[in-house]
Each structure stands twice: as C-alpha cells, then as structure tokens.
C-alpha cells in the first residue's frame, strides 16, 4: 500500500517487507530505484516539481526518518516504521552475504566508499564488492562512471552523493546502467567506514538522532532549519487543514 503525503507516494512498509520487495527486484533483474524520503527532501520538493515528479516515478520509496512517520500519522495513514537509507543498506547487504550478490558503492571522499567496502566485507564476507568511486566528480567524468558499473553489473548500486543530487544522478543514468537496485544513501559510507559515528541506540530509540548529529556536526544547522518549517506545514495541511 502507498500513502499520500504533501503530494509523495510513500510505500507503508515495514523494514523486513521492504527488503523482500527488493529481493524481488533483484531476482527481476530489471531496473529499479529506490528513494528512501526524509522531511528535507520533501520540503524541498514542495518548490520544486521536478523532486516531487522524481518520487512519483520511482519503483519504491520508504519512509527515512522519525519526521516522516510523525507526518504521516498527522495525515491519518500511519506508516509502519521508519526505514533509513543507512538500516536498509545494511540490511540488504546482510541478504547479499547470503545470495551472493554483486554490490557497487559510489561517493563520499576520497577513499571513503573503498573503506566501507572492505568494512562490508569483513562484516558480510559473502558479498562481492564490484567496485568503488568517490563522489567528487564533474558532470563529464559520469559518462566514465557510468561504463565502470555497466561492466561491474552489480546487483546493488548504493549512491552517496547527497540528497537530492543522487537520486537525480540515479534517475539520469538508470537507462543505461539498468541496476535491478539503484537507491541514495546520503552520508552511509562515512558511518559504515568508521570515519564518522551514529548516533548512539539511546539516541536513535529516542528518536532524537537529529539532535545528536546538530551537536556533533553544528554545521548542519542551517539545514535543519528545515524540520520545523516541515512540521509546520504538515500542522497546517493535516491538523488545521488549511
Ligand atoms: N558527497 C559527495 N560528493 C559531493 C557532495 C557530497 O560524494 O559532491 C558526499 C559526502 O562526502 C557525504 C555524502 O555525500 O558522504 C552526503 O552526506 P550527508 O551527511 O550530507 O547526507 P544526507 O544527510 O543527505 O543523508
């Protein structure tokens, strides 16, 4: 089932129906992109069609983040649960370990996506990492990337680029790279390489995840600005329904 939420479709699954689905999509082996949606995004989106046109299009999107189920219960169609982009990953490179699928990992820093690879590894040694790329590239240099996955032909394709450019890259070059898995995972491969912490389980079963990362990385407060301006909207929309 998919809920409507301030003009997205959101797929109201759960994090083990989530996986099976994608399961699926790999034994297809045909196309797919996965957008894991959070309050950012769809704030954005609300000024920019082409965003809102994106989600709409694509083959699944969850709900990423405390903000989005919050939202969705405001708009009387509840969600199940959260599924971020970081949980799903691991989690599908859980089921790759056993199914023995082929995984690409493109973005962050420098040398960051071939840590998380070989950290992957050792976790899901069953995996087989096709190939690594950072994610400081020109416009130009995608067409050279994009030939590096079509011969990789991975299984799973994880994008870290940050939102919403990679899931704009994932949508531009899908029809030629035909992943049976393509999603953005935003700042996973910095967590999985070890080089930046998550949030601790406290922290995350208080959902205040968003807190613990201001105080660690007080940069990104300009951009959670936008949570109040996105739990306003929906207090507007769905509670006042104005
Ligand atoms: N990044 C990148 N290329 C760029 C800009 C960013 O590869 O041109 C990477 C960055 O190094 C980081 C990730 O994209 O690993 C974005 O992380 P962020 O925490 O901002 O992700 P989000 O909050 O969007 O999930």
Redesign the pocket.
């Known amino acids: 089932m998919r809920i409507e939420l301030l003009g997205a479709y959101i797929d109201a699954l759960n994090m083990n129906e989530t996986v099976d689905k994608l399961a699926g999509f790999v034994k297809s082996g045909r196309p797919h992109q996965v957008i894991t949606l959070?309050p950012?995004y769809l704030y954005r989106a609300q000024g920019r069609q082409d965003l809102l046109d994106l989600v709409n299009r694509v083959d699944l999107v969850t709900a990423d983040g405390t903000g989005i189920v919050w939202a969705a219960k405001m708009a009387g169609t509840p969600v199940p649960e959260r599924v971020t982009?970081i949980d799903l990953m691991l989690r599908l490179c859980a089921r790759g370990d056993y199914e023995g699928w082929r995984v690409f990992l493109l973005?962050?820093?420098p040398g960051?996506a071939q840590e998380a690879g070989e950290k992957l590894k050792e976790q899901f040694p069953g995996l087989d990492i096709v190939g690594t790329h950072?994610?400081?590239?020109t416009d130009g240099e995608s067409r050279r990337i994009v030939d590096l996955i079509c011969e990789a032909k991975p299984h799973l394709l994880f994008v870290?680029?940050?939102?919403p450019?990679?899931e704009e890259w994932i949508a531009r070059h899908q029809p030629k790279m035909g992943v049976p898995v393509a999603m953005?995972?935003?700042?996973?491969?910095?967590v999985i390489s070890g080089r930046?912490e998550r949030a601790p389980l406290w922290a995350q079963r208080m959902k205040i995840e968003w807190l613990y990362r201001l105080v660690k990385e007080p940069s990104?407060f300009r951009?959670q600005l936008v949570l109040p301006k996105f739990a306003a909207l929906v207090i507007k929309r769905y509670v006042w329904k104005a």
Do not use: I, P
């Not at 953005?184 to 910095?190: A, E, I, L, R, Y």
């Open positions: 959070n950012e982009g973005g962050a820093s960051v950072h994610g400081y590239f870290a680029l940050g939102m450019r990679q953005g995972v935003g700042g996973s491969f910095d930046k990104r951009r």
